[in-house]
């Protein structure tokens, strides 16, 4: 299969190795990965806040870099549960907020074509024992927009039980926000710390090793909370546990934002 990967912007930016980890997965599985230099921003940071208007040239710039290309590759992963959120649930209505119904048909084709890493695995790919090998405890945090957008449910679950060596660890009020959602972190900053704050003691409380999700945005919210208070776990992407083998193991130091100092 010939898959296209679009990063997200804060991926490139603030946790690459995510990127790194999602194109050694794959590879490793048999697939071919292509990555398009001119892709930009979904536009999430925009719809998010409701500002339509200002998110339009950023769909628009998302939609012609990935549609000129759906026939020729069979996929688009992006290892972002609310960056696919904002391209499967919100591109379209950007356009139709514009009233470019053109915008809004080339919008639903790519939609079409866009998963989630969780998604593509056990969805499209039909695999959920990728061959990984990850001898710690770790914990799973459902983000929100995988949760309640994308319905991922149990998919990233899944692939984690299949996992050599991993120990999963139940987190409490594994349901409930992590305080970070994009913007709101900064404009209802104390809100924010306060939610972080209950989401840190409750993966501690875990007894895990390592927090994992498939939002780099919110590992980077949790594990910067756990380290500025001490606490022993620290955060990983779901792609770098799956990425890693015994014949290329994952390095634990190598977190989200979480490199030993």
């Not at 603030?14 to 048999?30: I, K, N, S």
């Not at 230099?37 to 208007?53: A, E, F, I, L, V």
């Not at 391209?87 to 639903?108: C, F, K, M, T």
């Amino acid at each position: 299969m010939r898959i296209s990967l679009m990063t997200t912007c804060l991926v490139d930016v603030m946790a690459p190795d995510v990127a790194r980890a999602t194109v050694t997965l794959l590879e490793r599985l048999g697939h071919e990965v292509v990555f398009d230099k001119r892709q930009t921003c979904c536009g999430q940071m925009h719809t998010n806040s409701g500002y339509y208007t200002e998110a339009a040239p950023v769909v628009r710039s998302f939609v012609d870099t990935f549609e000129p290309a759906l026939d020729r590759v069979d996929a688009i992963v992006m290892p972002s549960g609310s960056c696919t959120g904002c391209v499967r649930d919100q591109h379209e209505l950007v356009a139709r907020h514009e009233g470019d119904s053109e915008l809004e048909r080339r919008a639903a084709a790519v939609s079409a074509k866009t998963y989630e890493l969780s998604e593509l695995l056990v969805d499209v790919l039909k695999v959920t024992d990728v061959g990984a090998y990850f001898p710690h405890s770790v914990t799973y945090h459902p983000t929100c927009h995988s949760m309640r957008f994308l319905k991922v449910g149990a998919r990233p679950v899944k692939l984690l039980r299949a996992v050599e060596g991993l120990e999963m660890k139940n987190l409490p009020e594994s349901d409930t926000c992590c305080g970070f959602g994009g913007t709101f972190s900064v404009k209802n900053d104390a809100t924010s710390d306060a939610m972080v704050t209950d989401k840190a003691s409750n993966v501690v409380a875990s007894g895990a090793e390592f927090v994992v999700a498939g939002d780099a945005s919110c590992l980077m919210n949790i594990g910067g909370k756990l380290r500025r208070t001490g606490a022993a776990p620290r955060s990983v992407h779901l792609a770098q546990i799956l990425a890693s083998t015994k014949e290329d193991p994952f390095v634990p130091a190598d977190t989200i934002l979480g490199r030993a100092s």
